[in-house]
């Protein structure tokens, strides 16, 4: 079995057919995706009927080829047909639909079911040189790629009415291939990215039973762990102690001090596209922890010698690598002076301000409201919301900072 025919057996194949001269081909691609082990869904548009029939398709399928979003109305089919697929393929894919899949309307069944897809999507357009050229549809393209979407042509070469140019259909083993690449490579705009995250408040022993420790829940820095791993990157989770569930993919390394947590950071750093810190760090430890308990005595005052601990993102940001570097900054007063100043003198390439003496900001509550201040001198202000979607904003300023180094579509990024 080729390398395609491994990636698709088992898997099940959503493929869209819309209403272009090239449609027939659709009719071989499900016959070679049937092949190489996969079940397949064609699902037909009302003018991809006009140049093909539905028997065809379910006939090589094997399954009902549904084309109207009015029929069993009551099994909600357009959710159902985008939840049962591993990876969805629209081939033929004219400019019409790459208009409706980049603005996500949803007036025929292809199109819903496209609105409800949450699996890779292959798209593999087929038009005219002068539609694919025109920059209505390559801003669509260039909306889609974005997106995540993954386009495979169009090529040169014979096209309807006797033209030749840009805008055949790909190859059948090129569409194969690229839904095989698909169903195999992780997803979303930070795919192929690697993130360390810190999280939690760090505990420095006094004894081996008490510690100096701080109010830091943890929140903030495991929903950014989930929204990077929700947008494809991969996540080393450097986690102080915390009660929270840590996201599913995230590869977690538990830490307690302050040096643990910095040894855990230098660990995961090397190939790392950047560092979010979002932890805790106590600023000073007892010099000289005790091994056992520490006894009570008399009543008489107890005094702790402290000593500094080393300022973990100050040191990344004195070594920055090429790396992106996002702090925090927990203060409660004269935040933005504060912000600004850490931004400075650790290089950080972006600080989230926020207070901590707020009731519902900060420390341990859900909710989080924060200024982004930039080493360009950009401000932006988020008003009280959810850390999760604080996490959005940060990961989408994040998304700005990294070097471009997009995830190879097979079309222009620019219109030509
Ligand atoms: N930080 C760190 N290592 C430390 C202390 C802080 O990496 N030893 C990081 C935190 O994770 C955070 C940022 O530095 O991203 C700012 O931490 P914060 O506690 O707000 O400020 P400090 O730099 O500790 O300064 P101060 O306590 O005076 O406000």
Redesign the pocket.
């Known amino acids: 079995m080729d390398e395609a025919g491994g990636a698709l057996a088992g898997r099940h194949v959503l493929l869209g057919v819309t209403g272009g001269i090239a449609a027939y081909k659709a009719a071989a691609l499900a016959r070679a995706l049937r092949r190489a082990g996969a079940s397949v869904q064609a699902v037909l548009t009302p003018s991809a009927e006009r140049f093909v029939g539905t028997a065809t398709f379910e006939g090589l399928t094997g399954r009902p080829v549904p084309t109207d979003v009015f029929t069993d109305v009551h099994e909600v089919p357009h959710v159902a047909l985008a939840r049962e697929a591993d990876v969805a393929v629209v081939a033929p894919a004219t400019a019409n639909v790459l208009a409706k899949l980049a603005s996500g309307l949803a007036d025929d069944l292809l199109s819903s079911v496209a609105a409800c897809l949450t699996c890779p999507l292959v798209v593999a357009p087929a038009m005219h040189t002068e539609m694919w050229r025109h920059p209505a549809t390559q801003a669509n393209v260039a909306t889609l790629v974005d997106r995540g979407v993954r386009f495979v042509g169009p090529d040169e070469g014979e096209l309807a009415g006797g033209d030749v140019g840009e805008g055949r259909l790909a190859e059948e083993a090129e569409i194969l291939a690229a839904v095989a690449a698909a169903l195999a490579a992780p997803t979303g705009r930070l795919a192929g990215r690697r993130v360390v995250v810190?999280a939690g408040g760090?505990r420095e022993p006094v004894d081996a039973v008490r510690y100096l420790g701080n109010r830091s829940s943890g929140k903030m820095g495991y929903a950014l762990a989930a929204e990077l791993l929700a947008r494809g990157a991969e996540v080393d989770l450097v986690s102080a102690p915390t009660a929270l569930a840590p996201p599913p993919g995230a590869r977690v390394h538990a830490v307690e001090t302050?040096e643990e947590?910095?040894a855990a950071?230098h660990a995961v750093l090397t190939g790392a596209d950047a560092v979010?810190?979002?932890?805790?760090?106590?600023?000073w430890r007892p010099v000289s922890p005790v091994a056992g308990k520490r006894k009570k005595g008399e009543d008489a005052p107890v005094s702790l010698e402290l000593e500094?601990?080393?300022?973990?993102?100050?040191?990344?940001g004195a070594a920055k690598g090429g790396r992106v570097l996002?702090?925090?900054?927990?203060?409660t007063d004269d935040e933005e002076a504060?912000?600004r100043a850490?931004l400075a003198?650790?290089g950080?390439d972006l600080?989230?301000v926020n207070r901590?003496d707020a009731p519902d900001a900060g420390f341990g509550v859900d909710t989080n409201r924060a200024v982004l201040l930039d080493a360009g001198g950009g401000r932006e202000e988020v008003a009280l919301t959810s850390k999760a979607r604080l996490a959005a904003v940060v990961c989408d300023r994040l998304e700005g900072l990294l070097p471009a180094d997009p995830p190879t579509p097979t079309v222009p990024q620019e219109p030509r």
């Open positions: 810190t760090t302050a947590m910095r950071v979010i810190k979002a932890a805790a760090v106590a600023d500094p601990t080393v300022d973990i993102l100050a040191e990344l996002v702090g925090f900054a927990a203060e504060h912000g850490k003198a650790k950080l600080v989230v901590v």
